[in-house]
């Protein structure tokens, strides 16, 4: 991390403690911050939830989480138990008003104990819907009232389920505490790799140049997932790829990928470049649905000799549901950087890998000279590798040795396993950080989802009324409907077939 000050002391809440999240992901974080010393002087955890724990058995639980999901190598044990003695828990309804005046004076209690201000952020790791609710209680006493100390409350998505509600949790939110107090994660914004794309745009001369239609042939963006829905039937049937993944995480990197140089790293500036980019997104209009997007579903396969169940056959997902694991949206940006120039965007489950990369299509040479390999496909293209195998490519092409002058197109690439042993920090570790500090850069502002919602709306819509609209079936294991390669304009062009192997593409790719 850039900047290595410590934040002030505070007392971080989180409803849902007994939950996966808190175990897998934001305890272990927390830890990693304590092993480089970036947690507060005086900090203190409270878990809360339903499941009745004894501050001893909760500190066991997270111990044992640490040793489990920490990504520190030998985590010092010495020092989890240190940690982990800053770890309490308090039983609670979360729906009960009094429950919060106890945890009010239980928090104070501990903030005197520590010697601490009445700093308080709040981590709703819960169901969704419980999000109004407990900002309401936390306002009914004061608890979001500012005055002896901050008071953050950070939020996961899903944030709302459509424009309609996205909106109404937003103004509910707000009439109880204000939009700087609020943090939504979009965990993609913490990952190192999404933040390298400005980087990598606006520190480097080079590529500005070139980064506008006058250059790019076209954009594509991937983030696919070898997994299945796991034990989450239950929360995806009624989500889908389009509201699980593209609405936030892969609208986000369009965003970074298509917005202006921001005038400071400041967080509103930044957010604001991303909001106009969104802003500008030509609508796909509820007609144009059956032309720009590409639905699908997995069934069951065989996968390394393994069987996998076909979607409707995971658990709590409906026998006949009509919910995409796949989906891919060709649309255009309305702006004189980027008019004209298609982008393309595909997630997906149970495709034959895990990754998550940008491609740049530059354009080809007004004028070929030389016979190529590739024949007829664009020559240069920047990959920016977001996981694994984190790096950036650029392909291009090259003499061949020998006589005549045949052109091969060959790799350049930088991989961040090369920056020896700086170790990537994860997503929650940086976004925790950032919570810590009042930095809101990464997090998702009110009017970014709004406007995200709005253009994922029409095909919500046209999906939902129009039943003719086809939802196609792809084996488990591979890249998705093959249609989905229509949506791509240009004379036998296809979506990259990324390998895990940043260097390496085809369908066919090592195991
Ligand atoms: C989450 C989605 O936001 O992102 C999951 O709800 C998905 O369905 C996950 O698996 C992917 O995250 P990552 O970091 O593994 O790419």
Same mark, same amino acid.
């Given at each position: ?185 979009? $965990? ?28 790019? $042939? ?119 950087r980027w008019g004209g120039v298609p982008f393309y965007i595909r997630t997906g489950k149970r495709l ?8 740049? $299509?530059?354009?080809?040479?007004? $004028? ?144």
């Amino acid at each position: 991390m850039n900047v290595m000050e410590k934040p002030d002391n505070l007392i971080l809440v989180i409803f849902g403690a007994s939950g996966d999240l808190t175990s897998r992901k934001l305890i272990p974080a927390l830890f990693s911050l304590k092993v480089q010393k970036l947690l507060p002087d005086k900090f203190a955890v409270i878990g809360c939830g339903r499941t009745e724990y004894s501050d001893e058995n909760f500190r066991n639980k997270m111990k044992e989480s640490i040793l489990s999901f920490s990504e520190e190598k030998n985590p010092d044990k010495v020092l989890i138990d240190e940690f982990t003695r800053t770890l309490h828990y308090f039983p609670i309804d979360s729906s009960n008003e009094s429950d919060y005046k106890k945890l009010k004076e239980k928090l104070y209690e501990i903030a005197k104990e520590l010697d601490s201000p009445a700093n308080f952020i709040f981590y709703m790791a819960t169901p969704p819907s419980m999000y109004s609710g407990i900002a309401e209680n936390l306002h009914a006493v004061q608890l979001a009232d500012q005055q002896e100390g901050f008071r953050r409350l950070i939020i996961e998505k899903p944030f709302g389920y459509d424009l309609v509600s996205g909106r109404e949790l937003n103004r509910k939110l707000h009439e109880l505490i204000t939009e700087d107090q609020i943090y939504r994660i979009d $965990h993609y914004l913490g990952k190192e790799t999404v933040q390298n794309v400005l980087v990598t745009r606006f520190a480097n001369g080079i590529f500005e140049p070139l980064w506008n239609r006058n250059y790019i $042939h076209r954009v594509e963006i991937t983030s696919a997932e070898s997994i299945g829905v796991e034990e989450r039937g239950g929360y995806y049937d009624s989500s889908g790829a389009l509201r699980d993944m593209v609405q936030n995480h892969l609208l986000q990197m369009v965003g970074l990928t298509a917005m202006e140089p921001p005038s400071s790293l400041e967080s509103n500036s930044i957010r604001n470049e991303v909001l106009k980019v969104l802003q500008s997104l030509q609508p796909v209009s509820e007609e144009d649905v059956a032309k720009k997007v590409i639905r699908g579903q997995y069934t069951g396969s065989t996968i390394r000799g393994v069987c996998v169940p076909g979607y409707r056959y995971e658990n709590d997902v409906a026998k006949d549901s009509r919910t995409e694991t796949y989906v891919a949206i060709k649309f255009f940006i309305n702006n004189w950087r980027w008019g004209g120039v298609p982008f393309y965007i595909r997630t997906g489950k149970r495709l034959p890998t895990r990754v998550t990369e940008i491609v740049i $299509h530059f354009k080809k040479t007004p $004028h070929h000279l030389f016979q190529r390999e590739s024949g007829n496909l664009t020559s240069n293209q920047l990959i920016i590798r977001i996981q694994p195998d984190e790096g950036i490519l650029m392909k291009f092409d090259m003499k061949e040795p020998g006589a005549g002058f045949n052109v091969k197109n060959v790799n350049m690439d930088f991989h961040y396993t090369d920056l020896a042993d700086i170790r990537v920090p994860s997503a929650y570790e940086r976004l925790l950080y950032d919570v810590m500090t009042g930095d809101s850069t990464l997090f998702s502002r009110d009017d970014v989802v709004e406007t995200a919602w709005k253009f994922v709306e029409p095909i919500q819509k046209a999906w939902a009324n129009k039943p003719e609209l086809k939802i196609y079936g792809y084996p488990a294991g591979t890249w998705g409907p093959s249609v989905s390669n229509d949506l791509i304009e240009g004379c036998g062009l296809t979506w990259r077939y990324p390998c895990k192997n940043l260097s390496d593409d085809g369908l066919y790719c090592e195991l």
